[in-house]
Each structure stands twice: as structure tokens, then as C-alpha cells.
């Protein structure tokens, strides 16, 4: 039998170098494509991301303001200040409880809390808890050094016993101090808010001020920080716990089972770095607000206008007076 060469034809060689030529231009296009979307996709949340930061910022600050002007309001108030120099410290605390009573009636806070000290740092009155007078803050309120040289407003969000955003003022009569008026609430307020939003905010303060915060000596603890709002989200929690907490950290962002995590650094009124705040987004929320590329952090919406009206326009059991609709009037001016 004789034996049959199969020769590479001109026409043969062209045809392979067309296919490896197509087949290599596929692969290109394919990692391109891959590229091109994995690219887009990371841009898309960086740039979700930076909005939501910087709207969380301006929350922080909005409540900041809300606090500093209602305790500018109040060290004006004439019978605070005759308590406080008569010495009167059952006055005083039925003056400050009726204050954040209207208040937690009439507006969107509910978690106000008043309390007067003395120069040196005593307490003199407190709105929800009456028996506390006289006793030192000075031992567990590192911040309050700050007053001691400073005649200007301090605010920010501060250690102690729990940690609270917290407004202090100097109340005057001419040119003599008489004590000092503080305004507080609570963090887990302004989570609420973010929720209803579709965030979930972790407030996690360093491990080390628990030595002070005895009031949170059973609050959860996570990576080495203390969970301070109380009414966090603990499906959310089992979530992070599980987390490679060293990448989330170095990472602007961090995306994993469909949930988008944020971190800000939480800073206290002399700018001190004392934890962090996590915020966690779903990715349904991720879309909603690339829709809307609104700052969501300061725009009530109608239900909340409408509810604050409502709790005005029909109380349970109340008896509306010029002096309270005054006060009602000015909050939700600052509200909006």
C-alpha cells in the first residue's frame, strides 16, 4: 500500500490562523467585557458610597446643631437660672422634667434628656432622675476638662457613663458663671431615623472606655469595641461578627452577602477618635438611593413632617398653650 501525504495547503494554514485569531480576540473581549463591568461595578459603589458618607456627615452634624440650639434656648430660660441661684434644686428638676416631657410630646425627639451642674462639676439637677444631686461628674466626664479654660458651647458625642451626643453651655448672670447647662440624647434616636431609611448603624465605641461607661458594661461587644446603641439590629450583628473585620477596616467599603458596609470614624467634641460607626446598606437600599441622589440624612419626609403636625394639631389628653406651641413652632423650624 502506498502511503498518501496530507500537504498544508496555502488555504488550510489561512483558515487555523483565522480561528486562533478569532478565538484569542474572544478571550480579549471577554476579560475586557469582565473588566469593563467588575470596574464600572466598583465605581458605582465607590461613588454610592462617598454619597452616603458624606451624608451621614451632615446627619451627625444636623443633630449636632439640633442639640447646640435647643441648649443655647434653654441657659436663657429665667426660672432656670433663679433655681440655680437660690439653690433650688427640687425646682429645678421640675422645671427641666416638664421641659423634655413638652418636647418628647410635641416633636420627633423622644429621647431628650436636660441636667444642670455647678462650676465645679456637681450635679445640681437632672430632668429624668430626681436624688442624683451633688454628686461629681468630674470622675467619669473627661470632656468636661475641656470647660474649665473654654467659655464657648461644647458638642459632640461623649463618653461617661453611657455614650450620648451630648450639647453643654455655660448658664450666666452678667458676668458670673453659674453652672452649666446640658442637653442629651440618645444615639439610638438617630438609628431609628437611619432605619427607617434602610440602614443599619452600628455605634462602636473603644473597648477602653468602658473603665468609665459602667452603665454599658453588659452592652455586646464586637472586634473590640462596645455595641452603644441599644436597639441595634441582631441579625445585622451575627452578620459582622463573622466578618474579616482587619479588611472591612482598611477598605473604603466593603460588599459581602449582598450588604454594603461603611465606616466613619466616630470623633468626640475635641476631635479625639474614641470608636467607629459601621453602617450596613442592603443592596435594594444601594439602588433606591442611586435612584433618588438625594442627601437622605437631612430631608424628613411627609409621614415625618405629617407625624410631629399630628402630635400638635390632636394630643392625647393635653392642654396646648401659647408657651408650648412656641416651643413646637421653634423645633420644627429647626427641623426643617
Known amino acids: 500500500m502506498g502511503l498518501t501525504k ?7 494554514y489561512i483558515n487555523k490562523v483565522a480561528l486562533y485569531v478569532t478565538f484569542c480576540v474572544l478571550i480579549v473581549l471577554f476579560i475586557s467585557v469582565f473588566f469593563f463591568v467588575k470596574q464600572g461595578k466598583e465605581e458605582r459603589l465607590i461613588r454610592i458610597g462617598d454619597a452616603v458618607i458624606n451624608s451621614f456627615r451632615i ?23 433663679n433655681a440655680l441661684t437660690m439653690d433650688d434644686e427640687t425646682k429645678g428638676y421640675l422645671i427641666l422634667s416638664k421641659i423634655t416631657k413638652r418636647f418628647k410630646k410635641y416633636t420627633h425627639i423622644k429621647t431628650l ?11 445640681f439637677s437632672r430632668s429624668w432622675d430626681e436624688g442624683y444631686e451633688g454628686m461629681p461628674l468630674w470622675w467619669f466626664r473627661d470632656d468636661l476638662e475641656y470647660l474649665k479654660d473654654n467659655i464657648r458651647p461644647k ?14 453651655i455655660p448658664m450666666r448672670s452678667g458676668n458670673t458663671l ?5 442637653v442629651i440624647k440618645f444615639i439610638d434616636e438617630f438609628t431609628s431615623t437611619l432605619r427607617k431609611k434602610g440602614i443599619e448603624l452600628f455605634a462602636l465605641m473603644d473597648e477602653k472606655y468602658l473603665e468609665q461607661a459602667e452603665l454599658m458594661s453588659d452592652f455586646p461587644l464586637l472586634h473590640g469595641y462596645v455595641v452603644s446603641n441599644q436597639n441595634y439590629n441582631q ?16 477598605e473604603n467599603y466593603w460588599l459581602e452577602d449582598n450588604i454594603f458596609y461603611l465606616h466613619e470614624p466616630m470623633l468626640n467634641g475635641q476631635g479625639q477618635k474614641i470608636g467607629i460607626y459601621l453602617l450596613c446598606i442592603p443592596e435594594d437600599s444601594l439602588k433606591k ?4 441622589n438625594v442627601s437622605f440624612f437631612t430631608q424628613f419626609s411627609d409621614e415625618d413632617i405629617k407625624s410631629v403636625v399630628n402630635a400638635w394639631q390632636r394630643p392625647n389628653n393635653s392642654n396646648k398653650n401659647v408657651h ?13
Open 235 to 250: 441579625q445585622y450583628l451575627d452578620k459582622i461578627k463573622v466578618l474579616d473585620w482587619k479588611s472591612v477596616l482598611s
Open 6 to 12: 496530507r500537504l498544508c495547503t496555502p488555504k488550510r
Open 178 to 182: 453659674l453652672g452649666y447647662l446640658e
Open 289 to 292: 438611593y442611586e435612584r433618588q
Open 113 to 123: 434628656r436636660i441636667q444642670i451642674f455647678t462650676p465645679d462639676f456637681f450635679i
Open 59 to 81: 446627619g451627625i452634624e444636623y443633630e449636632m446643631a439640633d442639640l447646640l440650639s435647643l441648649s443655647l434656648a434653654l441657659s436663657e430660660d429665667g426660672e432656670l437660672k
Open 324 to 336: 408650648t406651641k412656641n416651643i413646637s413652632d421653634r423645633k420644627i423650624g429647626i427641623i426643617q
Open 155 to 168: 458638642v459632640g458625642i461623649e463618653t461617661g457613663r453611657l455614650l450620648t451626643l451630648k450639647a453643654t
